[in-house]
């Protein structure tokens, strides 16, 4: 079953045209990956979703229901929760607080204790601030904080963005729990390794298109793609 299907959008920044007829279903229970260049237009697909950067045309309907009109929190509610590329961690509320709000905000959340129980390593940092977190900590933070909302559907852009190798495969790891709950995932990711390993099917874009659809076996198989829209080497290094 169809759980979020984005429908022909055009999307702006004032005149600037981002995104020229974008169109992506994703089937409850799903992990799809976007990929594609730097400013090929993932996070403006994103931002149009959570109704950040709302489309000016097209349609994104969720279960089923009209969502391109309403705000940001009411799409929020819904149970779709992004977790945004620059991760917006408060910077003067401590780690627990960071969580607690997200927690109260949500219709129906998980309790915050069960995020120290899926990310351990925030447990002895409930009292930091926020702006004393490394960017790992940062990203398990906002990872969290989506989390603690009990989405149906968690969108994640770039979550590896800058993060060490094993930082990485603990967010694989909580990722794949998440996937196993049976959660609905949208993942952006210029590391291509990581998307693959997680997703089933995948979209690439270019410049505010989609210009490639398939499973992820169809997408790696393609040194072509991954060489013009991904800049991936697929030389023997
Ligand atoms: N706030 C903004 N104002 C104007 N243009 C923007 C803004 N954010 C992004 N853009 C432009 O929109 C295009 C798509 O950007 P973005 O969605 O961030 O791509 P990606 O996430 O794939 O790197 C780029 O050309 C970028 O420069
Ligand atoms: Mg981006």
Redesign the pocket.
């Known amino acids: 079953m169809t759980i979020l299907d984005v429908d022909n959008i055009n999307t702006y ?2 005149n ?1 045209h ?2 020229h007829g974008i169109s992506l279903e994703i089937n409850e229970g799903e992990v799809v990956t ?1 990929l ?12 149009s979703i959570v109704g950040a ?1 709302p489309p000016r045309t097209g349609s994104i309907t969720y279960r089923g229901e009209e969502i391109s009109g309403l705000s940001p929190d009411e799409i929020n509610e819904l149970g779709i929760s992004l977790v945004p ?1 620059d991760r917006r961690v408060f910077p003067t509320l401590t780690v627990h607080e960071n969580l607690r709000l997200a927690h109260n905000l949500a219709s129906d959340p998980r309790p915050v204790e069960e995020m120290y129980e899926l990310f351990p390593a925030l447990d002895p940092l409930r009292k930091n601030d926020g702006q004393n977190l490394s960017g790992g900590e940062q990203q398990m933070v906002s990872v969290a904080r989506a989390l603690v909302q009990a989405p149906d559907v968690l969108l994640l ?2 979550p590896t963005e800058g993060l060490a190798p094993v930082i990485v495969d603990d967010l694989r790891e909580i990722v794949q729990t998440v996937v196993d709950e049976n959660v609905t995932v949208l993942l ?1 990711e ?1 590391n291509v390794d990581f998307a693959f390993d997680l997703a089933e099917r995948g979209y690439i ?1 270019d ?2 298109q989609i210009v490639f659809d398939g499973t992820v076996e169809e997408i790696r198989d393609r040194d072509d793609l991954l060489e013009t829209y991904l800049s991936v080497g697929t030389a023997d290094a």
Request: hydrophobic share 20%; charged share 20%; glycine share 18%.
């Open positions: 920044y004032g600037s981002v995104l976007l594609g260049r730097n400013g090929a237009g993932k996070t403006t697909t994103m931002r950067s590329e852009d770039e952006t210029q874009m410049t505010g």
